[in-house]
């Protein structure tokens, strides 16, 4: 048998044992497909919903539909989704920027937030930029405990501590790209719980990063009071040329939108030039995009596993986001999984990733991207830096077919190192 003899019929064997599980994850995205459809057919969604508006924007019908969908969709009392947010870590910011005022403090209760947060919060960076340090706001961190829950008896003795000052308990949901397991909804209704109980009146945001549509709720379904996330992942369904969303109560929805435009504008304008389309069918791809990420994800923690690497999550394990990390251990077999990921996808796939040294990170990083969307992450990619213990995270897939192209092109390139 040669190697691509032997990934075929690892693949055989990895889908007939994932059957039931691309079961569950079919059943996933058909309820929330379900519930986009009937919210798209009591909003009466039109093809006049698509047309383009200019200027001030002002009663852009589709607009104004397409945000009241997105709450109904996230289980929230309001949503906005804009193209011209550019990209997470902005709407993360108009979030952030919109509850919080000089004096409060910001707990973040899952441990470190995403790494462009920083600069945000004001823990890195030059004083004087105009970050929420700058502004008077001072963070507070309670790490996860060491089997990645919750550690309440910690937050709660910091909120007890700081009740009056504590205005956003923060919460990340996906592990991102850190060593940490990725928080279920259910864990998050259950620390919102706990939070609003002793402390009623702060507003609980969780960054939705990676998130939406890989359960059947989100966090606002289960008491946050805002989630945000980026277009080119998850909720854009591939179809979003770009964008973000806050959604969550009435009151902070409201507040992050004078931040979004300005105090008194709120909603009320944003020309939409001809985006709206894109993201109505994108919201309407969302759930069936993200289950074909999921099972590519799945996947490869077979094939990969099979092939001696440690995998997180394991093979057969339930995901609450799209990410699959490979341990490599080794800096060639990182870029050889890197090289193969790029020759199976379906831009770029003649280009050959070389590790970098990108501005902001200690060590080089190498990143396969053959996308449609320049940066999509719900689009096949892997990325790592090169540094013990070589990890390669890996997320998207537009298609699980072609998600299956590029992890086998990613196996014939870390098998050629062996042989
Ligand atoms: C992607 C992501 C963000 C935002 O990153 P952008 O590149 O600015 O879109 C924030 N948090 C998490 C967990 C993410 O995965």
């Not at 441990?111 to 008077?136: C, H, M, Q």
């Not at 969780?206 to 998130?211: A, E, H, I, L, T």
Request: charged share 25%; glycine share 10%.
């Amino acid at each position: 048998m040669d190697n691509f003899e032997k990934i075929s019929a690892l693949v055989s064997e990895a889908e007939k044992k994932l059957s039931d599980i691309f079961a569950e994850i079919d059943r996933i995205s058909f309820a929330n497909t379900k519930k986009i459809m009937d919210s798209f057919k009591s909003h009466r969604v039109s093809e006049t919903m698509f047309a383009a508006t200019s200027g001030y924007g002002y009663d852009d019908h589709g607009r104004e539909t397409l945000d009241e969908i997105w709450a109904d969709v996230m289980g929230a009392e309001a949503a906005f989704v804009r193209h011209n947010i550019v990209n997470g870590t902005q709407a993360l910011t108009i979030g952030l920027f919109g509850l919080l005022r000089p004096n409060d403090i910001m707990f973040s209760i899952a441990g470190k937030p995403y790494d462009t947060l920083d600069e945000v919060i004001g823990n890195t960076g030059e004083a004087g930029n105009g970050s929420l340090r700058d502004f008077g706001v001072e963070y507070m961190q309670c790490d996860l405990l060491e089997n990645g829950d919750f550690d309440f008896d910690r937050i709660g003795e910091v909120l007890h501590a700081h009740k009056d000052r504590i205005k956003v308990v923060f919460i990340q949901r996906s592990k991102g790209y850190l060593n940490r397991k990725t928080l279920s909804v259910d864990e998050i209704g259950e620390a919102v719980k706990f939070v609003k109980d002793i402390h009623p009146d702060c507003f609980v945001v969780v960054d939705n990063c990676y998130g939406e549509f890989v359960e059947e709720r989100e966090p606002t379904a289960v008491g946050a009071d805002m989630i945000i996330g980026s277009l080119i992942k998850n909720p854009g369904g591939g179809m979003a040329e770009t964008g973000g969303y806050i959604a969550g109560s009435a009151r902070a929805v409201e507040l992050a939108s004078y931040r979004l435009t300005s105090v008194g504008c709120g909603l009320e304008v944003g020309a939409t030039l001809g985006q709206n389309k894109n993201i109505f069918k994108g919201l309407f791809y969302a759930p069936h995009t993200t289950a074909q990420a999921i099972k590519t994800a799945h996947l490869a923690a077979y094939i990969f596993e099979a092939l001696g690497y440690e995998v997180e999550p394991a093979w057969n394990v339930q995901r609450h986001d799209i990410i699959q990390a490979i341990v490599t251990h080794s800096r060639e077999a990182l870029c050889a999984f890197c090289r193969g990921i790029q020759y199976g996808s379906p831009i770029d796939a003649y280009v050959t990733p070389e590790p970098w040294a990108m501005p902001g990170y200690s060590d080089e990083v190498i990143m396969a991207a053959g996308a449609f969307t320049q940066g999509s992450s719900i689009e096949l990619s892997a990325d790592g830096p090169l540094r013990e213990p070589f990890t390669a995270f890996l997320q998207g897939g537009l298609t699980y077919e072609s998600g299956k192209i590029g992890i086998i092109s990613a196996a014939l390139e870390v098998m050629k190192l062996k042989s």
